[in-house]
């Protein structure tokens, strides 16, 4: 069996993945109804919408298979995103690439696969849409352009998937997309006994940065705060702007103490941000850190509320202080 390669920029890939807060969401119709069109009018029994993560491929909508991901070395989806087209197996039995692949050899028995790679709107490949059967069979060029249409309504969906849960001031989750992903992620806690942790942070003396440099400024110090954190959280931690000077990270797999370490890191970076900005003011923030028990969960929003009472207390004992 190959294993497919990885993409030259599979940094600037996965990043650009992320940015899409796509994976691990739930089935949605306007994704499942493409999958369907595909389907019926290829006459295969599955079509997926797969995307390739770091290790896995994961599926946004799956017509015809009941899995929700499989590892991305045995994946023909991991192939197709080498290319810049369609990739097309007629045959995997015939192909030695593919001869031996355990999605050939047991379920779901794939013989047949056409894949056209899915683009982000920065154009990199982060999966494919692809249609599979249990026989061999022929892929004509009037086949490949009706896939490729296909594929041009799912980049689409993604395209609208990505304004609808990112913020457009600093291009990270907003409030929608934050709920939607940490759900999952609270969910992932539970079913595997992890604990996890939120912070509610909220900026300090942001009205007086618009007060006395103009709202302008305000969004520069907004975005920057953003961008600070971006380079101070991990990679698998779900950091959002919840509205105004309002932001929140949950991070997944790691206690109340763990958090405040990070968040220590976090005002360390922030501390050197604001030694090469020397824009007249600035960035500090105040934070409420809540922890999550997998064996007593809370729902997302009744962190959110603990977490801002939390901050809120702090704040408020800042204020006294000065």
């Not at 309504?153 to 001031?169: C, H, K, P, R, V």
């Not at 953003?226 to 779900?238: I, N």
């Not at 360390?268 to 922890?291: C, H, I, M, P, W």
């Not at 939390?310 to 006294?320: D, H, L, S, T």
């Given at each position: 069996?190959?294993?497919?390669?990885?993409?030259?920029?599979?940094?600037?890939?996965?990043?650009?993945?992320?940015?899409?807060?796509?994976?691990?969401?739930?089935?949605?119709?306007?994704?499942?109804?493409?999958?369907?069109?595909?389907?019926?009018?290829?006459?295969?029994?599955?079509?997926?919408?797969?995307?390739?993560?770091?290790?896995?491929?994961?599926?946004?909508?799956?017509?015809?298979?009941?899995?929700?991901?499989?590892?991305?070395?045995?994946?023909?989806?991991?192939?197709?995103?080498?290319?810049?087209?369609?990739?097309?197996?007629?045959?995997?039995l015939a192909d030695q690439r593919f001869a031996d692949n355990p999605l050939v050899t047991g379920a779901p028995h794939v013989r047949f696969y056409a894949g056209c790679p899915l683009r982000?709107?920065?154009?990199?490949?982060?999966?494919?849409?692809?249609?599979?059967?249990?026989?061999?069979?022929?892929?004509?060029?009037?086949?490949?352009?009706?896939?490729?249409?296909?594929?041009?309504?799912?980049?689409?969906?993604?395209?609208?998937?990505?304004?609808?849960?990112?913020?457009?001031?600093?291009?990270?989750?907003?409030?929608?997309?934050?709920?939607?992903?940490?759900?999952?992620?609270?969910?992932?806690?539970?079913?595997?006994?992890?604990?996890?942790?939120?912070?509610?942070?909220?900026?300090?003396?942001?009205?007086?940065?618009?007060?006395?440099?103009?709202?302008?400024?305000?969004?520069?110090?907004?975005?920057?705060?953003?961008?600070?954190?971006?380079?101070?959280?991990?990679?698998?931690?779900?950091?959002?702007?919840?509205?105004?000077?309002?932001?929140?990270?949950?991070l997944t797999g790691a206690g109340k103490s763990d958090a405040e370490q990070v968040l220590y890191k976090f005002g360390s970076l922030l501390t050197d941000y604001n030694g090469r900005a020397?824009?007249?003011?600035?960035?500090?923030?105040?934070?409420?850190?809540?922890?999550?028990?997998?064996?007593?969960?809370?729902?997302?929003?009744?962190?959110?509320?603990?977490?801002?009472?939390?901050?809120?207390?702090?704040?408020?004992?800042?204020?006294?202080?000065?």
């Amino acid at each position: 069996m190959e294993q497919p390669g990885i993409p030259l920029n599979e940094t600037v890939r996965l990043a650009s993945l992320k940015s899409l807060n796509v994976l691990d969401t739930p089935a949605e119709e306007r994704f499942d109804r493409v999958t369907r069109m595909a389907r019926r009018m290829f006459r295969v029994p599955v079509a997926l919408v797969s995307i390739v993560d770091e290790n896995r491929q994961w599926f946004k909508s799956a017509q015809g298979l009941d899995a929700c991901e499989t590892p991305r070395d045995v994946s023909f989806c991991g192939h197709a995103i080498l290319g810049d087209d369609i990739f097309l197996i007629p045959d995997a039995l015939a192909d030695q690439r593919f001869a031996d692949n355990p999605l050939v050899t047991g379920a779901p028995h794939v013989r047949f696969y056409a894949g056209c790679p899915l683009r982000a709107p920065d154009g990199n490949k982060v999966g494919t849409l692809c249609i599979i059967d249990h026989v061999p069979r022929e892929f004509d060029q009037d086949d490949a352009l009706a896939l490729r249409d296909l594929a041009a309504m799912i980049e689409d969906e993604l395209t609208a998937f990505q304004t609808s849960t990112t913020d457009d001031l600093t291009q990270i989750s907003n409030r929608r997309g934050f709920l939607q992903l940490a759900e999952y992620g609270l969910n992932f806690c539970v079913r595997n006994r992890q604990p996890a942790a939120l912070a509610f942070i909220d900026l300090d003396r942001f009205k007086p940065i618009n007060d006395q440099f103009g709202h302008a400024e305000g969004d520069i110090a907004l975005a920057a705060f953003a961008e600070v954190m971006q380079a101070s959280f991990r990679s698998t931690d779900l950091f959002a702007r919840l509205g105004g000077d309002e932001f929140v990270v949950l991070l997944t797999g790691a206690g109340k103490s763990d958090a405040e370490q990070v968040l220590y890191k976090f005002g360390s970076l922030l501390t050197d941000y604001n030694g090469r900005a020397k824009r007249g003011y600035d960035l500090q923030f105040s934070a409420g850190v809540v922890e999550f028990d997998p064996a007593a969960p809370q729902s997302v929003e009744a962190l959110l509320a603990a977490g801002d009472a939390q901050m809120y207390a702090i704040k408020a004992a800042k204020k006294r202080r000065h």
